[in-house]
């Protein structure tokens, strides 16, 4: 999910918002680098600024949903057998 994501941004959201927030990406690249010197490129932007995110929201929603599931498997069963 990450991966995808990653290139998602780099070809279609980041191209995006620069063009409907009327910024180069060059100036989203300057914004991103007050906050984190590591930052050159879009692909370091997107590496060292959206990855990580994504790595922990896909990490959370997976705790959420493991007992969500399990608890849903049992209660769709019970249904379906009726």
């Known amino acids: ?3 995808i994501m990653a290139v998602i941004n780099y ?3 980041f191209p995006s918002y620069a063009l409907f927030l009327g910024y180069s990406i060059d100036a989203m690249v300057g914004m991103s680098q007050s906050a984190n010197r590591g930052i050159h490129s879009l692909l370091t932007l997107i590496v060292y ?3 990580p995110f994504n790595l922990l929201k896909g990490a959370v929603l997976t705790l959420i949903m493991i007992p969500v ?5 049992r209660f769709i069963n019970k249904h379906l057998a009726a």
Do not use: W
């Not at 599931?69 to 498997?73: D, F, H, I, N, T």
């Open 69 to 73: 599931s399990a608890r849903l498997k």
């Open 49 to 51: 600024g959206v990855m």
């Open 11 to 13: 070809y279609f959201i």
């Open 1 to 3: 999910m990450t991966v």
